[in-house]
């Protein structure tokens, strides 16, 4: 498809346990970003990347989360030893030019649960 | 810090009602206003989106104004279907960054049949 697609859609894991969360941007989006939903609840910013580069990573709650890019392209977003607050949404976005003016293609998000 | 301000929290509408979401502003360098709709189970999608040199943009039921002085913008949705039931979330870009946005809360929208 053309679209952002993420990966799992759904996780469910221990307190503790390390996850992984995949963002595919759309091919050519330079710009990307990582945001976090709890239920009900706003958008919150984690991350954004140009490219490989995450010139802004302001928002990562923690030093228990991490995010790379490769290649211009598949984002990571890695969260150490899960506590329950960790649950939520976690929604990648990404943007054909640096996304403050430009539109936004947000993916359907990998929903998490930590048990 | 810069903010942006959304109300209602939620909103219930009956179907052919006009819909009317806020957002107040504490910064004037923004330069760029889009709104961006969430289905249940969906990421948001931009919907419309305005710039600060003009006061109102279009776009078939979907209308946002802008009010430069008063640091103000809203979403109107004229004659409202179930089908508009979601969650809509302005934001707005700060002139000096290229690539930040500053989200409001959302607004939770029910159209009722």
């Known amino acids: 498809g053309a679209g952002v697609s993420q990966s799992p859609s759904n996780k469910v894991t221990e307190k503790g346990k390390d996850v992984e969360l995949r963002c595919d941007p759309i091919s050519g989006h330079t710009a990307l970003y990582w945001y976090r939903q709890s239920l009900g609840q706003g958008l919150e910013f984690l991350i954004y990347f140009q490219g490989n580069s995450a010139p802004d990573k302001s928002g990562l709650p923690s030093d228990r989360f991490s995010a790379e890019r490769t290649g211009g392209s598949v984002s990571t977003l890695t969260i150490q030893r899960t506590q329950q607050e960790d649950s939520a949404v976690y929604l990648c976005?990404?943007?054909?030019?640096?996304?403050?003016?430009?539109?936004?293609?947000f993916g359907e998000g990998s929903r998490l649960t930590v048990l | 810090q810069q903010q942006v301000k959304q109300s209602p929290q939620s909103l219930i509408v009956q179907k052919g009602g006009i819909s009317i979401i806020n957002c107040a502003y504490e910064n004037t360098a923004f330069d760029y206003f889009p709104w961006y709709q969430q289905f249940p189970g969906k990421g948001p999608a931009l919907l419309i989106a305005?710039?600060?040199d003009v006061s109102e943009k279009k776009e078939g039921r979907f209308t946002i104004s802008f009010n430069k002085s008063a640091k103000q913008f809203s979403l109107h949705i004229m004659d409202s279907q179930p089908g508009d039931s979601a969650t809509y979330f302005c934001a707005a870009s700060p002139q000096d960054s290229n690539y930040q946005l500053i989200w409001g809360a959302g607004t939770k929208l029910i159209i009722k049949p």
């Open positions: 976005a990404s943007s054909f030019r640096q996304g403050g003016t430009g539109e936004l293609f």
């Open positions: 305005i710039r600060p």
